[in-house]
């Protein structure tokens, strides 16, 4: 398979660029006769969409989703379900002046030179818009998990920059602009965004995405275990840098005595430094897995670099950019998540369930 | 494809476990008319081998590779490669003991209710000792790597336990059992180590792995990008808890004009935050990977768990292990990477080379 | 991947109904910088299109196709290409008396029992509608075949019902509404599917499709051989019962010294028994294939079948249906062969060919 | 993945040459619990094996075949089985005079134009000896739709040249080294070959196999529809030049109301035209396929070609060879035949199963 899909069972395949007619996805081996309204899919497009805080580009896109295939009276019918945004807000001029141009830290570069053409306006292909619709089928992953599987997967954003959450709050996650899991970190927040954004720079971020419920068994040895195929999900996003599980980069400096996660019969497991994977296969725990996003790179602070005609050129990226692509990110790292375990759940179900 | 395998166009399947009759790998999609003998690959496979100090397990694995077929007169045929190495020095009865217990941190738990029955012996197919075929099979891919297209790829301990080195030479990395790029350092670290061993503990450590020569233009967006995949095929190995591309996690709190690696038109790249890779596509940069491995679980200091009747058991693991599997890890991670950047050479060459 | 998809490298990934909102197909891993409009893809939907004679169904489809992504000021840009057909003349309520029944020889039955649910209208995704796609996608590996490859393909209907073409002109081919190689048959055959037509019966046919200027070398031993690909490719068009490569059946009976295709230095291959395939790979030679295409079942002449409560009902199948499927599937049978010799083209290239 | 894989749950790998070492496959994705032993796959190889009867090549291989991997006490441990075939019976020396000749009918010429290189003892990869590792896979492929689907596949041979069986009797088929179904016709038949044998020439053969007790449900539409998918795996095995599904080309001049299986709720299907497989989905018919083998053109009588350096060359080919191929591919397309139904099978459980 090329590079636009993923998955082995629940495939998710998807085109589109950000200044183009639109976003498709067709996603693939759904198992049928799961309820599905394109209002399921909106509540997270709706998440993830640009324009709702003045913490976020300023692009509007209503990322309307129409299901043209694979659901039938409501309800999934096992065949291909194939998925549409259009795109409706795109200023292809803000990019005239870049057409030439290689913006630092971007892809204009190697898109250019893996393919000798590349669709400047916006980023094309490279774009963060693609993420839509990976949102979009990131949803259906979700019902399907929830229904068949009892597995509940939910994000938030576990580091602004410099800023880190106070303290722990699950349900107020969706009560603020950032999927922040502190509400009295709020007002700083804020605060902090708006002197970046008056800067004119960005800044990096992590998202922390959790799936709950998940059944002790999902992930392939050797090469498809299920932390190298999140690892795989995950770094796919645009601007991920990093990918932990669990403990992650701590567990270089631990012990074994403290890493390793014992077990009673009372208690089950009494840590998940594993974060919720052993040997690759899910242990039943919680699986944890937290992503680093690197600042964006589209500034209108000036930055070196060259031209097609590899001349030196001075680079300031109008258009509308987020200051910290992190903070819309959670729905999209809980959608990769989300497509990951349901592709590992029916595999698992393939090979091991006796009919 | 089943968990099995790795790589879209090069792609390698193992089998095997660790006290098996031995290990198996096919390498499918090898370009022809690459000289290579059973010599090439012992090379990687004594540097990985066990036993080599005291510093890793006292398991006495010749590793001696057989190359069953896909190799006429001393090179590739464009066929599939098949290895074989036998396992030898197997000692069963150490895990008569574990046979119904989960090791607490081990896969013992995650396979057996996966599957409903495991080979207990030593890991079964969980065990690290899989990679040595790994490691057989990336040297294949380095050759390819050099010969075609002038990648050239190394790696290095880059931490263990609470040590960093003290300073970068690249040129002692293989002098000593630790593959640290430090001289001056191997005592404090021998003393580290032995320390360690005797307390019966084990440690995490960090591996860098570097490709230098890569053309620009590897990679496939959106899901296959070269990052997304290296996260896959790394995040595979043994132990692995996360991967970092470039600067990894650091990227959070790095302010955008910071990050973003500006270009002149003399000087190309002026940095390389990024570590080679804009969009998923390799951008001619060396490509910089780091790898987080915990500590081993296997201790011989006792760790509550249960057996495989629920009941509580205190475990103690004999049998013979490394006190820190990141001390033989480096040329598996660099397997690992030669695999997926030839994988990603050959699908480039694929689409987007004229004959 | 899931079963909507086709190709490893040059990947097609359909979805839609028959009665639905349209039709999408995702083309992946399309070479750079290949001139294409829409206006490429219309000239074979226009061939396939129902409706244009009286030979076919008077369902009107219009089949006008949108390229939503992947191409960039004229050309490819190596990204993926969506492409969109809308369904314009779903007459649903001709099915409603089959929503509950199984029509005879239909997949209404498997679709069934297989999911537990079914789109009725007009076989929902099993509906040969499905393959106008199909015909774009193959338009694109046509265009990419003939540019880089210098590959030609163009096909007949060899056989209608018990009508054989009484000589073979290639050119007329394109002249009539049957792709008949011989003019003088066509009043014959008109006046037979009149006749059949009337009847309210429908026979089966065989179609053949030919590559001419195919290079030497394409197709991957063992199980990916360039006729087993094909057989493949060829077989899942609906109603597909056979494929043949060169002389096919015909070799059951045929001695060693005949078949076997003899060369000579100044005239190269002397014969063509193995349809431009040796061991799997492409000769040089024309590649010839052969599918017979079965009667369609949706007939208005009654049948005996069993509806969802398992009782004894009697069918009659109304809506618009082409008495001879084999008459439309000229187009679908050249886009199946150009997508599966463009992706052996490119695995080809990827392995084989020094940058 | 590259050529050497098939089936995308249940996948099989295989590796070796005709003259190496000898012939490796990994088997990827069985499922656990499954009792297996090398004994079991032993049978087929012993149906299968060379030299059994002085119609089939006098190259002597005991094939016996080691399982290196994947199976623990006796059962399947659902992770990846290895099998090793010693290659004992090499005689090298046979093919020195074609070391620069490419054989007529043979893959010698488009094995060296693909890869400038190939292994010419005995066909090298394109040999038809690799099959052996194909029957233990299909062997193993048996056991588990026969244990978790209740699915019995069997063959024979249904035309030897232009003989074909005087009548079916499906009890007497592994009692002749014919695999034919007719005991009457043994005696002639054993005529036949002998005298084919000694005028130096080969013939082609055609093979039927079928699948009893299948489930409906089996075959993932669109690409992947079971036909496709067992034309694809039919078609891989060597010499196959077409593969018919069901009545397959006979539905050429069959009408509507004749092809179409009808059903009533007290027979069920009342014929079985469509040979089990409605829309690409099992229907719980018997799945019969038919594929048509070549002569072979590993003849001692001359033919005309050319060498390696474009020169004219009469070759004779020495070796041991098969007048009829035909006669020892039932097991191999049986092999077949149960590696991509159990392939659909699981990928129908993972789908469409709930837990």
Redesign the interface.
Known sequence: ???????????V?????SH?????A?V??????IPLTEADLQVDLDRRKPGTSRHTTQRREDDVV?????V?EG?T??????L?IRNTDQRSKDYGNIAEQ?R????D???Y???????YRG????SAR?TAVRVAAGAIAKKVLAA??GVKIYGYLS?L??NRPSSFDATVIENNPFFWPCEADIPALENYMDNLRKSG??????VTVIAEGV???????????L??????????I?A??????????D???????????????TGGF?SN???G????????QPIVARI????????R?E????NQH???VTVVTKGRHDPCVGIRATPIAEAMMAMTLLDAA??????????
Chains 1, 2, 3, 4 share one sequence.
């Open positions: 398979m090329s590079g636009n899909s993923i998955g082995k069972l629940f495939t395949t998807t085109a589109g660029e183009g007619a639109g976003l498709v067709i693939d081996g759904c198992p049928p006769n129409e299901i043209i295939s694979g039938f309800k019918t096992g065949t291909a379900i194939a549409l290689f630092p830290g971007h892809a570069y190697t898109y030179h893996k393919y000798g053409i590349r669709d980023g094309g292909r490279s693609e068949q599987f580091q920059g410099p720079n960005s800044v990096g971020a992590a059944p002790v068994g999902l992930g392939e040895p050797v090469f498809d275990r932390d190298a195929e999140l690892a795989h999900s995950l770094m796919s645009n991920v840098k990093g990918v932990e599980i669990g403990d992650g980069f567990c270089i400096e631990a012990l074994g005595t403290e890493f390793r996660d014992e077990m009673t019969s009494l430094h594993a974060g994977i052993l040997g690759g296969i899910s242990s039943g680093a996003l690197k600042p964006t790179s589209s500034l602070l930055g070196r670099s060259i590899g001349e030196d029916l595999r698992h179900r393939g090979q091991n369930q006796k009919i």
